[in-house]
């Protein structure tokens, strides 16, 4: 490390106060009606958006439309799921919005017209809009597994929304017997929080561990490999003696036998291409596409995903709606919160400079991501990104994975900084 | 270079129209790049804990530095390095400037009130002359101590004693003879005094 000195400091400066010197986000609407921004959606693309206009320019009307009073997160939910943490604890209200000048609506947005500039609701109510932000998140494919549709999430939750399913999940688990068995069956790509499933299996296994030390967890998993396998592996045969004849987990890839067809609810079995497997819980994650709005607003191409231009996420389909978060294509971002907070806050510079009469202004953006295994065992995966010719592109020689090699200190700080991650990136999406 | 931008931002003052992005010429602005840090470090800067440390209120070299000390290695860690190594030293100074502007909040975590004067009297006796009223200052370019969460000191430390952190001359001398008097029920006591700062 260069050791910090009169000299380097006088080197440095000069850049930065010339930074220093341009005032940021300035207010321009001086004189004439405000500008109306209508966000469609409250999880974390959405209220971060929302929050960040209003921090920018205060003079610009901010509209949050979001039919629920309390959002869950996705992220930590698996600790819920575990007993970790109380499902209060990843709920989050959105009195943080409206201290800031947010006018949050709880209603579900039904139509956005992207002619007229005018958001419609469930109730009948209309948001004229200058621009519009949509973040609406995935919605699930119900069709894709014979047997499995909406009407079932009862018995079998997918629990890939924070929330009342997360609480579903979690008092199976609590109400299993010892022996029981549980079946996960991770979605094919791409869907939202890549190493959700199977932070997921280690989180149902360290309870399993502690208090139900014969049951089992079978992934039956539509893809061939998955994120973070390298360390969730590593951290499995530590802590769950993976790949041994007592492993308390087993993995199955598409091509050995995870590759499912149908779900039967009444026998709880999921019939693979090799075996029908019985399962106490059987917890259907399924393949996902952009979040319902984005299809009837005519946002989605034929994939069920959202096209966006990568410095203002405005839709390349329609003019004046971005769309952020989960539902855009935002390749290399991944779906996940952190991204969709990046994609929010540069979307939030872009809706501000280009009401002004203004262009965008250059993005950064960021992604890390965390994953609890075990007490003492946190790991992660992290990214810069950049904007360049047109384009969302990694910084070459940043980022990467959790070193295998990390000693138990490192492992440990690492979920402790997935609880501080979860925390600050909450307070500065929802306070 | 630093001309050429003051000029540029003087023409967009003029213009009436005032926008972060112009500030870097086609590089993403302070704020762009530092807003990215939030999700880790807090909103401004301000972490809500429990370990990942507030970066508010710090100099703008010391986090400059910091940020090259990841990014070269020399400073140990778990993820920073990797991010560190996304940006340029230019950049390391953006968000300097940023995070330097920003008011420091310190954080609510809980201590041992009894070993808070004990930690005072040790601070006064071999910190204070660097980092200076009460660890509160961020003068001289040494870290803010005083409100900053104990885990990421106990890790720094930790850092230190492993030889995967390198501390500074004066700093490796005074810390020595801290441990040889008072060993580690004086570490404690100091952390205390951090952490009961308000």
Known sequence: MSKITRRNFLKVSGASMAAASVAAYTPFAIGGASKKVVVVGGGMGGATAAKYIRLMDPSVEVTLIEPKKTYHTGFMSNEVISGERTLDSIGFTYDGLKAHGVTVVTDRVSAIDAGKKVVTTESGKSFPYDRCIVSPGVSYKWDAYEGYDESIVDKIPHAWDGGPQTATLRDQLAAMKDGGVVVIVPPPNPFRCPPGPYERASQMAMYLKANKPKSKIIIMDQKEKFSKQGLFTQGWKRHYGYETDNSMIEWLSSTTGGKISAVNKADMTVEGEMD???????????????????????????????????????????????????????????????????????????????????????PAYVNTCYSVIAHGHGISVAMVYDYKDGKIVKVKGSGGLSPMDASDEMRAREEQYAHSWFNNITNDTFG | MGTKIK??????????????????????????????????HGFNGNSTGPATPTISGASQEYITETMKGYKDGSIASTVMGRIAKGYTDEQFAMMGEFFAKQKMVAAKQDFDAKLVKKGAK???????????????????????????????????????????????????????????KEGDAGMKALLNFYAEAK
């Open chain 1, 276 to 362: 029908t497997v019985k399962g106490d819980i059987i917890n259907v994650i399924p393949p996902q596409k952009a979040g319902a709005i984005a299809h009837t607003a005519g946002l989605t191409n034929d994939k069920g995903w959202c096209p966006v231009e990568g410095k203002t996420f405005e839709s390349t389909i329609h003019k004046n709606i971005h769309v952020i978060g989960d539902a855009a294509i935002a390749s290399p971002l991944p779906k996940s919160g952190y991204a969709a907070s990046s994609e929010a806050k540069a979307t939030a510079a872009a809706v501000v400079a280009l009401l002004g009469g203004g262009d965008a202004p250059h």
């Open chain 2, 7 to 40: 000029m540029m931002s003087a023409a967009v003052l003029a213009s009436g129209v005032l926008l972060s992005g112009a500030a870097t010429a086609g590089g993403a602005s302070a704020e762009a790049i530092s807003y990215t840090c939030a999700g880790c």
């Open chain 2, 122 to 180: 040790l601070h006064d006796k071999y910190c204070e002359k660097c980092h200076a009223e009460g660890a509160t200052s961020a003068e001289d370019d040494s870290g803010i101590l005083a409100g900053q969460w104990t885990p990421y000191l106990e890790y720094t430390l930790s850092d230190y004693h492993a030889g995967t952190r390198e501390m500074s001359k004066k700093m490796k001398k005074k810390v020595k003879k801290l441990n040889e």
